[in-house]
Structure formats: C-alpha cells, structure tokens
C-alpha cells in the first residue's frame, strides 16, 4: 500500500499539474470504485482544482464550491499521468480523470478491488473522513508520545494504526523499528522515554529520507512517480527476509500474520530473539530455534 512518502510525492506532482486546472470529464470503468451517492459524481466536472492534498494514506483534489475527491489506492492502487493526446490507459483502469492538459488514470492491479474514490460536499465531509492520526512530521516529541502510549499496543501496531499516526503502514514501520532498534512486539508502554525519544526521532527521519529519496526518483522520470512499490532494495529489512542486515549482517526475520509480514533484525531489535511466527512456530513447536544463533 503506497504510505506517506508515496502519498507526498503523488500529492506534490499532482499540484503541480492541476493548479488552476478544470476537471473536464471523469470516466468510471467499474462501478464498485465510488462509494458515495451524494453529491452526485457527475457534480465534480467542470469545476476548477483549487489544491491538492494528503489525508492519511488518501490524495484529495480539492474542487471549488468544496467538493473533494478522496482517491484511496488501498494495496494495489496507483495513480498515472498521461499529458493531452496520449494513448489510451492500458489494463486495470478504474476511472480516467480528464483535464486541460493531460488525464490522471486510477488503476489497480489483480483481480480483487479494494480501492475506492468518494465526492465529498464540505470541509466538514472531509474532516469527518480523517482517521485522526497525528502527523510525525510536525508532531514534537511531547505529543508523539502522548499518542504511542494512549493504549498499550505492540509498536507495530500503534505505528500502522491510522487513527494513532497518520500515513504509515507495513513497509515504514518495519524500517523505522529497525532504525530505532525496537521490537515490532514491544508494548508501547513498556518503553522508556530514551526508547521513545529514538523511536520518534527514527520515525521522523525514516519517513523524510525516503520522501527526499521518492521525489528524486520521481524527478528523474519527468516529474512523475514511475515505480510506487512497498519492496525496494535500498531498505534495510521490509521485504528482506533472509537476506543480511545492512546494520550487522544477521539474516533478516520476518513473522507472518494474514496478508502481510512484519520483518526485523533479531540481532539489532531483539536482543538477538526470534520472534514466535504464527504458522512456522507452531509447525515446529520445539524444533523452533529460540535465537538467531540457533539459525543453521
């Protein structure tokens, strides 16, 4: 799912092509996309774009009379820019977004659709549809901490809770818990306020670097995100299990929990523990390896 470093980039590139732009037509390929009835989709065409913006994991254009479209790409939406005159969107497209200048196409890849788009009538609309996470990027550490331990969770979880922090999900979190030397099952609050001051300054600066990193990327290929994945090579444990840590060379761990696994570095988070993985630990049970020594 693309999270706030994706979302960012999408969103910046986005007004930069929209400013002042009229949305002339928008085209619904599948009709379980809109998820609202009222305003009526068609009330968006023919209205000016007056911003662009990020909520949580969501790109809203904001339209004028304070219609907002709320595009959320859940696991396996993207978004694709196609300037004026270009040839028609390949596989997958969800609805076609026609501009002045150019088209915005929401596709999704596979066969299950997950993503949504919703019109929206009012500030008060929008605000109702934010979840309530804090942004870590202007949060000080006073209030990240007052939010990580409002309820004792395992700091994955806290850290992908939507209505706790705002933009991160299964990717970041694992970075930014092995940037600050955590395990992902910490309670948030066992922590001590060393643990938490470095789990906020890891956050803040996991999530900077790889939106700095995101724009480059996107400025190299003409202004646009070509590649919006939550696998990259550059990471230092997402998507990594098995292979060595950049920090101390031990295998990456994973635990794999329905449609998503949580992958961290036992040497650097755990004290050198595997964690229990629900299905392989109980497959083994006493076979099992309790530390990554044991590993062969």
């Known amino acids: 799912m693309p999270e706030l470093p ?3 980039v999408y ?23 809109l998820r609202t009835a009222l305003p009526p ?12 913006e990020r909520l949580g994991k969501r790109v809203v254009l904001a339209l004028e009379g304070e219609l907002f479209l709320v595009i959320h790409l859940m696991i396996a939406g993207r978004l694709q ?24 196409v929401f596709t999704e890849a596979g066969t299950q659709r997950r993503a949504a788009l919703h019109l929206l009538d009012g500030r008060a609309a929008l605000a109702a549809a934010d979840p309530g996470g804090i942004d870590v990027a202007v949060a000080d550490l006073a209030g990240f901490s007052a ?26 979190s694992d970075e930014i818990l092995h940037r600050a030397r955590l395990s992902p099952l910490a309670l948030t609050r066992s922590l001590d306020a060393a643990a938490i001051a470095r789990l906020h300054a890891a956050t803040c600066a996991v999530l900077a670097e ?12 003409g202004g646009w995100p070509s590649q919006v994945t939550a696998f990259r ?39 050198g523990r595997l964690l229990a993985d629900r299905v392989l630990s109980r497959l083994l049970k006493d076979s099992w390896p309790r530390r990554v020594d044991d590993l062969d």
């Open 210 to 221: 790889w939106t700095d990193r995101l724009r480059a990327e996107a400025a190299a290929h």
């Open 11 to 33: 969103v910046e590139n986005l007004a930069d092509k929209l400013h002042g732009a009229t949305l002339q037509h928008l085209r619904l390929l599948n009709p379980f996309l």
């Open 81 to 104: 820019w196609r300037p004026a005159g270009s040839k028609p969107a390949g596989k997958g497209v969800l609805a076609v977004f026609e501009f002045d200048a150019g088209s915005l």
């Open 147 to 172: 939010r990580l331990v409002a309820e004792n969770h395992t700091l994955k979880r806290a850290l992908t809770n939507p209505h706790l922090f705002s933009g991160i999900g299964n990717a970041y």
């Open 233 to 271: 090579p550059e990471m230092a444990v997402h998507g990594r299990y098995g292979q060595p840590c950049p920090v101390c060379g031990s295998p990456v761990q994973r635990i794999v929990h329905a449609d998503n696994e949580t992958n961290y570095c036992a040497r650097c988070q755990t004290d």
């Open 6 to 8: 994706d979302i960012t």
């Open 41 to 52: 989709i068609g009330a968006a065409e023919g209205r000016r774009v007056t911003g662009v």
